[in-house]
């Protein structure tokens, strides 16, 4: 394990919690964190921010810098996972619904920080997917695809059905709302869907679970052949510099992937359960999870040692393969999904669909 480069002081944040949260009894978490002192330069150098989906206690974390200082954000979902950025706007999807919030670039001055924000996204429609188990997003020509777990495909949103099926691993013989394969990565290249990562090679209901210790699997899209295999619980398959990545979750590693072979190489390793990866440039952002218990770590590698793992976003350069800074969540947030940088753009501002319960200030938006 590498150590992370030198802390600030923690601070801590009482995140309101959506009302499809478990927790009724408390009407807020308590989030910790903190940030290495190098975080905010390295935002600002790469004209940066990122976004985090934190699906246990739905919440969406926005992270950026304004003049060397950190500014982070928590917005209310419900269950947010999988993430899309695009020059229109952010994508977040959800328990049931994929939510659409564009970029309002006008409204950014009219607010009443000024200074403080140079990009403004705000909730305005969604689709109504149903409980499919949403995983990864991206867009694929002008279609947002979607990781569908629970139905073990790839799947695009259709205005007149919950979705419609583009792709499904060479293994899997029907479209059966069982989890057979539990498909969650999704690595798009020029535009089109070129890889995924699914926990096993298995077709019936969650049998995945039986080989999820190395049952995992890196697969080619367009020939439907298996890249390489052996992981433990792969996830975020991503294709940048030329390069192909995925995290090697249940051993807390980032590797580079050779296509033609499936021979791997470890790029870093990290003192969490790696899940969530977005490349800008030289630099890698990769999420870190603590493990949820006993059913889910059992025979995972990294469950050995739970004491040493952490949740957060560790950055690494990958020139060198060395970590240079990381956001530490110290308590509040113990698993996060996805990790989506947005380039251009160093500190945003993001008013998604339960506003109203996260500032008593209301921004409004009106039509002409």
């Not at 096993?200 to 995945?208: A, Q, S």
Request: proline share 7%.
């Amino acid at each position: 394990m590498i150590d992370p480069p030198t802390p600030s002081e923690a601070e801590e944040r009482a995140v309101p919690n959506p009302p499809s949260s478990l927790d009724q009894a408390n009407p807020s978490t308590t989030v910790r964190y903190r940030c290495s002192e190098s975080l905010p330069f390295i935002l600002a150098k790469a004209n940066c921010s990122f976004l985090i989906s934190t699906y246990t206690i739905g919440t969406l974390v926005t992270v950026g810098s304004v003049s060397g200082q950190m500014k982070i954000g928590f917005q209310n979902f419900d269950r947010p996972m999988g993430l899309a950025t695009s020059r229109e706007g952010l994508v977040v999807c959800t328990r049931s619904q994929a939510w659409f919030l564009p970029h309002m670039a006008e409204f950014v001055n009219r607010m009443d920080q000024r200074g403080q924000y140079d990009a403004a996204f705000f909730a305005r429609k969604s689709h109504y997917t149903g409980n499919i188990f949403c995983h990864e997003i991206a867009w694929v020509g002008k279609e947002l695809w979607i990781v569908n777990t629970r139905f073990s495909c790839l799947c695009a949103l259709d205005p007149t059905c919950h979705f419609a099926p583009r792709w499904t691993p060479p293994f899997i013989s029907s479209l059966t709302p069982e989890d057979r394969c539990h498909l969650n990565g999704l690595a798009t290249s020029d535009g089109q869907a070129r890889y995924v990562t699914a926990l096993g090679e298995t077709d019936t209901n969650e049998g995945w679970r039986a080989v999820k210790d190395n049952g995992g699997c890196l697969i080619d899209v367009a020939s439907k052949t298996i890249v390489s295999r052996g992981f433990a619980q792969p996830h975020s398959p991503r294709v940048a510099n030329g390069k192909l990545y995925v995290l090697h979750s249940g051993l807390g590693r980032l590797e580079h992937v050779d296509p033609a072979n499936g021979h791997r190489e470890t790029v870093c390793e990290f003192p969490g359960y790696t899940r969530g990866l977005s490349i800008h440039g030289p630099l890698a952002f990769v999420g870190l999870s603590k493990l949820r218990g006993p059913a889910s770590s059992e025979g995972v590698p990294i469950a050995a040692h739970p004491e040493q793992l952490k949740c957060g976003v560790w950055v690494v350069d990958l020139t060198r393969g060395v970590i240079v800074g990381n956001l530490e969540f110290g308590g509040g947030i113990d698993q996060l999904f996805d990790v989506k940088v947005i380039p251009g753009i160093t500190s945003p501002y993001v008013s998604g669909p339960m506003a109203h319960m996260e500032t008593e200030t209301m921004h409004w938006t009106l039509g002409k």
